[in-house]
């Protein structure tokens, strides 16, 4: 049977043109696929049920989620100095504790960790982001490949800046080698200070706390670290009643990370409130919705999707498709 609007428009029965692609996938993006729906009959005047979004925007995401796999190099060349931030922050995921059987009724609610990553240019607003739901090796990778696309390359020094969590510290090392600096985040500390200065200091916590916060700009750690054993909890007292041994253990295991006079006088941030931005902006804004429960591999998807939009590849990654389906 002929159809002549269809080879005109290049779309075969009962699929989608590219350009209706592009638009569901566009809502789907930022919005449920429930509301995807509604904004395309809105917009379009076209009716597509949600099950056809959830389709056409996940695979999309796979494409990219795909392409993202392996080891980027890096290039010989690249800028002086760079900033990367990593962190991870939980989203609602849907799991079957058994895999045989229907499936449906064996699902379970918890929360799994997506880490995100960024790079950027110092004195940048452009940061470059990765995500994934996978494990600390690919999120390593993915930091390696947004520093590359951000216009690192193997002489290029990467400062950065998280909570001094262990598995994010090995993968500046794994990452970077000797290029790699990592600073633990000075507000972070400072919340571990806080807590300790109340115990100690009672109503004189803030002015105490602004003291060692001082202290710590200076490098002195010395001294911070002198103050909280002259306030520590005895040992009999646990470690949840505990603020000022907490304060003084998680300073004394990373004061090779706490270089903050050195990155002041090279201008370079002792905050990491980039990622914490967006974590809010990236992750949760489509993945913590209300009523949004993921599947771990849709999650991945989904994630690799967002970080395409929010590192303004949009525009090219459709480009590629018309090429790809002229």
Same mark, same amino acid.
């Given at each position: 049977?002929?159809?002549?609007?269809?080879?005109?428009?290049?779309?075969?029965?009962?699929?989608?043109?590219?350009?209706? #692609? @592009? %638009?569901?996938?566009?809502?789907? =993006?930022?919005?449920?696929? !429930?509301?995807? &729906?509604?904004?395309?009959?809105? $917009?379009?005047?076209?009716?597509?049920?949600?099950?056809?979004?959830?389709?056409?925007?996940?695979?999309?995401?796979?494409?990219?989620?795909?392409?993202?796999?392996?080891?980027?190099?890096?290039?010989?060349?690249?800028?002086?100095?760079?900033?990367?931030?990593?962190?991870?922050?939980?989203?609602?995921?849907?799991?079957?504790?058994?895999?045989?059987?229907?499936?449906?009724? #064996? @699902? %379970?609610?918890?929360?799994?960790? =997506?880490?995100?990553?960024? !790079?950027?240019? &110092?004195?940048?607003?452009?940061? $470059?982001?990765?995500?994934?739901?996978?494990?600390?090796?690919?999120?390593?990778?993915?930091?390696?490949?947004?520093?590359?696309?951000?216009?690192?390359?193997?002489?290029?020094?990467?400062?950065?800046?998280?909570?001094?969590?262990?598995?994010?510290?090995?993968?500046?090392?794994?990452?970077?080698?000797?290029?790699?600096?990592?600073?633990?985040?000075?507000?972070?500390?400072?919340?571990?200070?806080?807590?300790?200065?109340? =115990?100690?200091?009672?109503?004189?916590?803030?002015?105490?706390?602004?003291?060692?916060?001082?202290?710590?700009?200076?490098?002195?750690?010395?001294?911070?670290?002198?103050?909280?054993?002259?306030?520590?909890?005895?040992?009999?007292?646990?470690?949840?009643?505990?603020?000022?041994?907490?304060?003084?253990?998680?300073?004394?295991?990373?004061?090779?990370?706490?270089?903050?006079?050195?990155?002041?006088?090279?201008?370079?941030?002792?905050?990491?409130?980039?990622?914490?931005?967006?974590?809010?902006?990236?992750?949760?804004?489509?993945?913590?919705?209300?009523?949004?429960?993921?599947?771990?591999?849709?999650?991945?998807?989904?994630?690799?999707?967002?970080?395409?939009?929010?590192?303004?590849?949009?525009?090219?990654?459709?480009?590629?498709?018309?090429?790809?389906?002229?």
């Amino acid at each position: 049977m002929a159809r002549p609007f269809a080879e005109a428009a290049r779309v075969s029965c009962r699929s989608y043109s590219l350009g209706l #692609q @592009r %638009v569901v996938t566009d809502f789907a =993006a930022d919005s449920s696929f !429930a509301a995807a &729906v509604e904004k395309v009959k809105e $917009h379009y005047g076209i009716k597509v049920c949600a099950g056809t979004v959830r389709s056409i925007t996940e695979g999309h995401a796979a494409s990219l989620s795909d392409e993202l796999d392996g080891v980027a190099q890096m290039p010989a060349s690249g800028v002086r100095r760079m900033i990367g931030e990593m962190d991870g922050s939980f989203i609602p995921c849907v799991e079957s504790k058994d895999k045989t059987g229907d499936r449906r009724k #064996q @699902r %379970v609610c918890c929360w799994r960790e =997506a880490k995100l990553c960024l !790079a950027e240019v &110092v004195g940048s607003t452009q940061p $470059h982001f990765g995500a994934t739901m996978r494990g600390v090796e690919q999120a390593g990778k993915l930091w390696r490949r947004s520093v590359i696309s951000a216009g690192g390359g193997r002489n290029t020094e990467v400062h950065c800046v998280g909570d001094g969590a262990p598995w994010i510290v090995a993968q500046v090392a794994e990452q970077f080698g000797e290029r790699g600096h990592y600073l633990v985040d000075f507000y972070h500390v400072s919340e571990y200070l806080a807590a300790a200065g109340e =115990a100690i200091a009672k109503e004189q916590s803030r002015a105490w706390l602004k003291v060692q916060q001082e202290r710590l700009k200076e490098n002195r750690v010395g001294e911070v670290l002198a103050e909280l054993a002259s306030g520590r909890e005895p040992a009999e007292v646990a470690d949840a009643e505990a603020p000022v041994r907490r304060c003084e253990r998680y300073l004394s295991d990373r004061q090779a990370y706490l270089d903050y006079q050195g990155a002041r006088a090279a201008g370079l941030p002792i905050g990491s409130g980039e990622i914490e931005s967006g974590h809010r902006t990236v992750v949760q804004a489509r993945l913590k919705i209300g009523g949004a429960w993921w599947l771990m591999e849709n999650a991945e998807k989904m994630l690799a999707l967002r970080v395409m939009r929010a590192n303004g590849e949009w525009q090219s990654y459709w480009r590629r498709q018309r090429q790809a389906h002229a």
